[in-house]
């Protein structure tokens, strides 16, 4: 007679398979595509797309691992628009001239010229910014992949 704690140890022993297969294609979609340059994207768009599919295989969805309404939005305005202006501070004082002395070069922002006097280009340019590394990332790698791991890892 098979144990309900043995039910569980297979389980999990599949899930790890399972969990070490996702890891090795994520790091083939994150290391491979952009080097072949077969996706024109950012491959955050394919592993946002894989977390997704991976949490719709186990019976999951985002807000299994975090993604749940804020409980004050004027809270989390306040603490993102001070950690903005914080991380500005710090680059502009502390880490632009320090690697400028360290290097003896000055940070070439030439790429930007483009979105200097174009408001509307400086608007696209943030509005994917903000998919791309602010939403997607954070769903994928803190929501997706430190949460649904990290739960197989500690039975």
Avoid at 8 to 32: N, P
Avoid at 119 to 145: K, T
Wanted: aromatic share 10%.
């Amino acid at each position: 007679m098979i144990h309900l704690r043995d039910k569980i140890r297979e389980r999990l022993r599949s899930d790890q398979l399972l969990i070490a297969c996702e890891v090795l294609l994520a790091l083939v979609l994150v290391i491979v595509l952009p080097v072949l340059q077969l996706f024109p994207f950012s491959t955050i768009i394919l592993l946002s797309i894989f977390a997704a599919l991976s949490l719709a295989m186990r019976g999951l969805d985002w807000r299994d691992v975090g993604l749940r309404r804020s409980f004050s939005w004027w809270r989390t305005l306040i603490q993102a628009s001070a950690c903005a202006v914080l991380i500005l501070l710090l680059f502009g004082l502390v880490i632009q001239p320090w690697s400028e002395r360290l290097t003896e070069k000055k940070i070439d922002l030439s790429a930007f010229h483009g979105i200097r006097d174009n408001p509307m280009a400086l608007v696209g340019w943030l509005a994917r910014v903000w998919i791309l590394s602010a939403l997607l990332e954070e769903f994928v790698f803190r929501g997706y992949y430190l949460s649904v791991n990290s739960r197989f890892a500690m039975c």
